[in-house]
Every structure is written in C-alpha cells, then in structure tokens.
C-alpha cells in the first residue's frame, strides 16, 4: 500500500470518531435550533425556520450577556498576556536557578474554575468573609465585592489569578527556546540588554504572544462555570456571560430552541475569533 494511502487509513478511525462524537451531536442542534421543540417532542420537533435566531436577536439579555462576554474575554485575555509576559521574563533567571519555583507559580491553574470561584464565594462574602470583614476592621467600611458595582472587577481579578501562570508558562518556554549564541554575539558587539530584547528577543516571542492572547480571548469568551458558581448571572444579569444566558434559557426557561440557537451564534462567534486571529498570527509570523 502506498505510503500517502496508510496516513489516510491510520486517520480514518479518528476521523470516523470525530464525526459520530461531535458531528452527529452539531448537526441534531443545528436542526433543533430551527425547530419548535421541547422535552416531549425531541423525537419529532416541528420546524419553524428562523424565529428561534429572532426570538435571540430580539432578546436584550441576548446582547448584554454578548457585550459581558467580549468585554471580560478581550479585557482578561490582554491581562493575562501581558502580566504572563512580564513575568516570564523578569522571573527566567530565578526559574531557571530554582526550577521547583515554576510548579508553585503553576498551583492557581490547577484548582478547577468552580472550586475557584466556590472558594472565593466564600472569601468575599459580605458577612462571613475574611476579607471582608479585615478590610472593614482596618480600613472602614468593606465594599460589596459580589454585589453589582463590583461584580465585574472581582470575577476579572478571580480570572486573571488563576489563568496567568498559563501565559507565563507559554512565554517562559518561548524565552527558554530562544537561542543563546544569538544574545550572545550580540552582546559581544556591544549590544545594550533592552536594545538586545526589543531587537531580538521581543520578535522571537511575538508568535506565543498572539497565540496566548487568542486561546485566552477565546476562553475568556465562553465562561461559565468559575462565574455560575460565584455568583450566577449576578445582580441584574451583571455578569451574565453568553454561556450562562444559554443555560439558563436551556434548563431553567426551557426554551429549548431558543438555548440552541443561541448556542449556534456562539459558535459561529468564537469560529469567527478564531479564524481572524489565526489570520493575524501567520500575519505576525510573516512579518
């Protein structure tokens, strides 16, 4: 058998089982989202075109949770990126000395997002909260930390403690991959260290920036479970992320088709931010 014929036939099973595991599922949910359907007609949905996608697009809460989502995603993707770029860089020498200092930087990440915000439910309660209750004794009255002034500012600095020691992960790597000969000669010409890392370094690294920044704006984009556990869609729908309005449509409204079509135009959403940062990344590789 042909060598190119063998590649086909190893990725045929992978193939196959991607196509049952997520191309059945895709397919019955975009079918489902142009249906009247509820839990007593999953078998037999009656279609009715667009007005599910309507029925989203009319809905303001639709646009709110879409406007918290690309808020929160873009704002915590460039927070994490640029605090894991800094550190990454100001920290190498240290790691690279210690090498046991990179599994502690690391521990944030590997508590689950709704241990996290489970564990800072109760953290920042407003009446049985250590911090709380320490920020009134020593500096006056504690502000509302869950409630809706501050709800955003604390599930973004919930969110950009725990996932920036994944960027300064991908940045440290980077740094590490950099070779040495090349800071080295240039040090031997004379070449001053910030002039050797906006001219040298910097550019090496520009890759793993743009890739940091689109795995974070993407995954900031679809959360849902550190923020449903603190505090839901909030007070108000404050910080009802676009996950959580097709959950709650789903389970609590059992607007079916609404959740999933719903569900679709956050797809083709996050298919679109992916698409145009891939574009940008080769564009940045190019350059």
Excluded at 53 to 65: C, I, M, P, T
Excluded at 120 to 134: D, M, N
Excluded at 235 to 253: A, D, Q, R, V
């Amino acid at each position: 058998m042909p060598h190119r014929f063998q590649n086909q036939a190893l990725l045929l099973p992978v193939v196959l089982f991607l196509l049952l595991m997520l191309g059945f599922p895709t397919l019955l949910n975009i079918v489902y989202s142009f249906s009247e359907i509820s839990f007593e007609n999953l078998r037999s949905p009656r279609l009715s075109g667009w007005e599910n996608y309507a029925e989203v697009l009319r809905d303001d809460a639709f646009w709110q949770s879409l406007g918290f989502s690309l808020r929160f995603g873009l704002g915590s993707a460039i927070a994490e990126t640029a605090l894991g770029f800094f550190l990454a860089i100001f920290l190498a020498p240290l790691i690279r000395q210690h090498r046991w200092t990179l599994a502690i930087l690391m521990m944030p990440m590997m508590v689950a997002p709704s241990m996290m915000g489970l564990m800072y439910r109760l953290v920042l309660h407003e009446f049985v909260g250590p911090i709380p209750y320490y920020w009134e004794l020593y500096l006056g009255s504690s502000p509302s930390f869950l409630g809706t002034e501050w709800a955003f500012s604390t599930i973004f600095l919930i969110e950009v403690l725990q996932w920036t020691p994944f960027t300064l992960l991908l940045f440290y790597m980077a740094y590490e991959a950099i070779p040495r000969d090349m800071c080295e000669a240039a040090a031997v010409d004379g070449t001053r260290p910030w002039r050797m890392f906006w001219a040298i370094e910097a550019p090496q690294l520009l890759p793993t920036l743009l890739i940091a920044l689109l795995i974070r704006c993407i995954d900031g984009f679809r959360v849902f479970d550190n923020i449903y556990v603190l505090m839901g869609s909030g007070p108000g729908g404050s910080t009802m992320s676009l996950s959580i309005y097709i959950y709650e449509s789903f389970f609590k409204s059992a607007q079916l088709g609404k959740a999933l079509a719903a569900s679709i135009l956050l797809f083709l959403a996050a298919f679109g931010l992916l698409y145009a940062s891939s574009r940008l990344i080769r564009r940045g590789a190019k350059a």
